[in-house]
């Protein structure tokens, strides 16, 4: 079955002026620890390592990669739920990257999430109306005496009926349940909501439903997403723009449309090759690339580019400018810089893809 989504009919202008947020080389390190009373540093994980990324209001910008990329840890980051270890986030031109207390409190207001599992992210000991009521409580932004009534309201705004108000999370079915988690991170009418994997855990019937309700509440209160997933066509229909990570690094970024059409970095290309194609005949015209090997340890991330040790374009360089067996060309020992090779078209690559993987009809 397929999912059958609102199109989106206008992509994002290249230029909204300001951002409403700004990443300037965020890292996130979480530390390895030997021993039990005397704990030594032995490590660092580099779950996120150098990202620069901005995100326009009212646009949604969607964030892929395979599991273990750093996509969730980059986004709770942004969130201000961990705690970076170098770099600044600005919200709307704010640096908000040491912010405590109440003056993050008041930043949670115009900051939200929708949690990847409906199940784990409701509490199942309160009632469905405690939960979404729950941010006009803590915020106080609305009169205890009218709490119900506005949660009866955001219940039937995303597709809940309003008389299960006293029901608990386990009454529910999973796309109900995000249903609420959507309405818990509309209560306070933010600015931006991070979507970590939405639809990841629903059906594909479900997860349509939930991507529309989605894409009209985007409509209707102007908001801004930042939507993690890896299912690539999801990120295709939902999307203005497309952020690609690979080991804790941003190594493409695009429109949707320029992105799927002509890939530049040989990862987002393969990522690209793998999506299934209904009609046989197109999906027959379709370069299919075969990753060897596997992601290497964030532990120890590879030098220069990080996708070298797996990277197809690599050996065929190599054996282009005739060189010897196991020399490998500057992929091995200079990081690229994430640049633009067309307007609004960047990537992180010594040797762009310069052919379609995809046809150029297969959409």
């Known amino acids: 079955m397929s999912v059958q989504v609102n199109e989106r009919t206008e992509p994002s202008p290249a230029n909204r002026g300001e951002p409403l947020i700004r990443v300037r080389g965020l890292k996130k390190y979480f ?17 996120v390592d150098g990202v620069d990324l901005e995100v326009y209001p009212g646009e949604t910008l969607g964030l892929v990669g395979e599991t273990g990329c750093g996509k969730s840890t980059l986004a709770r980051v942004v969130m201000r ?25 008041q930043l949670r207001r115009d900051m939200q999430m929708v949690f990847q599992d409906p199940y784990a992210s409701l509490n199942p000991r309160k009632t469905v109306g405690t939960i979404i009521g729950a941010p006009y409580m803590l915020h106080k ?37 995000q249903r609420i988690g959507v309405a818990r991170a509309l209560a ?47 990120v295709k229909h939902v999307s203005d723009r497309v952020a ?7 190594v493409e970024m695009s429109d949707g449309e320029s992105l ?77 810089p994430l640049e633009e090779f067309h307007r609004g078209h960047l990537a992180a690559c010594h040797f762009p893809l310069e052919e379609s993987i995809i046809a150029s009809s297969g959409d």
């Open 31 to 47: 530390p390895i620890t030997q021993g039990i009373l005397f704990q030594h540093h032995v490590g660092d994980v580099h779950a």
């Open 81 to 105: 739920l961990f705690e970076p270890t170098d770099g600044t986030v600005e919200f709307q031109g704010r640096d908000i990257t040491k912010l405590k207390g109440q003056d993050l409190r």
């Open 141 to 177: 932004t609305v009169a205890k005496r009218s709490v119900k009534g506005e949660v009866q309201e955001l219940m039937e705004l995303v597709g809940l009926n309003p008389e299960h108000y006293n029901r608990y999370p386990h009454e529910f079915s999973g796309g109900q349940r």
């Open 188 to 234: 306070l009418r933010p600015k931006l909501i991070v979507a970590d994997e939405p639809v990841s855990a629903l059906d594909v019937s479900v997860q349509a439903q939930i991507l529309n309700l989605l894409d009209d509440l985007q409509n209707e209160f102007n908001l801004t997403y930042l939507f993690i997933a890896h299912d690539l066509g999801v």
């Open 244 to 250: 690609v990570m690979y080991l804790g690094k941003i």
């Open 260 to 336: 799927y059409k002509q890939p530049k970095h040989p990862y987002t290309g393969a990522l690209l090759s793998a999506v299934p194609i209904a009609d046989p005949k197109l999906a027959r015209l379709k370069k299919r690339i075969i990753l060897q090997g596997d992601v290497p340890s964030p532990i120890d991330p590879p030098s220069g580019c990080r996708f070298h040790p797996r990277c197809p374009r690599t050996k065929e360089i190599a054996k282009s400018e005739g060189l010897p067996d196991g020399v490998e060309p500057r992929c091995r020992t200079d990081e690229p």
